[in-house]
């Protein structure tokens, strides 16, 4: 993922506009089933923006921390012939049967003193390539890499899928990514409830998106 704010600015501005144009609809006198019609289509995407905004503003913030030096693990850089070998090594390993493929953007250029990889408490940065990481992320450490196994349970109607970074670990490195592992194998446990506690935040987020719409939309059924 590159430019968190970015995309934080994008999906807050979607759903700006469309809270804005919902309001217009009322404003108007727009034909009653026209209403509920808009009504639904545009409080559902909004429900959706809510929950993207939420969403990428976590990543914001976890982004900005880890710039700050809050919460590092470790930090290594990757000189340029070592990551043009992963990088070949991954693509390979992406075309195996069960093996799920590496999301992070191994065709970024390494600069002359290659690509710094740096990891703290939450997150993960491959050169400018940021990705969130959660207390339940698994980490495996091997000769030359290491692999953040990060397994997303989808919904009832919806399987889960596992989202996974491999990235190259530095000669003389070794002893840092090993202290990785061990600290998200140690608080692997404690992470079991979280995922609750941040659908409960979403829910809210998106209550607080529909509720007055609803409102709406009962008070335009009634009069």
Do not use: C
């Not at 195996?96 to 740096?118: F, K, M, Y």
């Not at 953040?148 to 349970?153: A, D, I, K, L, V």
């Not at 989202?163 to 404690?190: D, K």
């Amino acid at each position: 993922m590159h430019q968190p704010a970015r995309k934080r600015n994008i999906a807050a501005t979607v759903l700006l506009v469309l809270l804005v144009t919902l309001a217009l609809a009322y404003a108007f006198s727009v034909p009653r089933q026209t209403l509920i019609f808009v009504n639904t289509v545009i409080a559902t995407a909004a429900f959706i923006a809510a929950i993207f905004t939420v969403m990428l503003q976590i990543d914001v913030r976890r982004f900005d921390r880890l710039k700050r030096g809050e919460g590092v693990l470790a930090t290594w850089t990757v000189a340029p012939e070592q990551w043009a070998r992963f990088g070949a090594s991954s693509r390979e390993w992406d075309t195996r049967p069960g093996i799920g493929s590496n999301t992070v953007d191994l065709a970024q250029a390494a600069e002359a003193g290659g690509i710094l990889i740096t990891v703290s408490d939450n997150a993960l940065l491959v050169g400018r390539d940021f990705y969130s990481l959660e207390k339940s992320t698994k980490v495996r450490v091997y000769d030359t890499w290491m692999e953040f196994n990060t397994y997303n349970p989808g919904s009832a109607k919806t399987s889960g899928r596992h989202l996974i970074q491999r990235v190259p670990v530095a000669p003389g490195a070794e002893a840092s990514a090993r202290r990785i592992a061990q600290h998200y194998t140690q608080v692997y446990a404690a992470a079991v409830a979280a995922p609750f506690s941040r659908l409960k935040a979403l829910l809210v987020v998106g209550g607080i998106t529909l509720l007055p719409a609803l409102a709406a939309l009962v008070a335009w059924w009634l009069d």
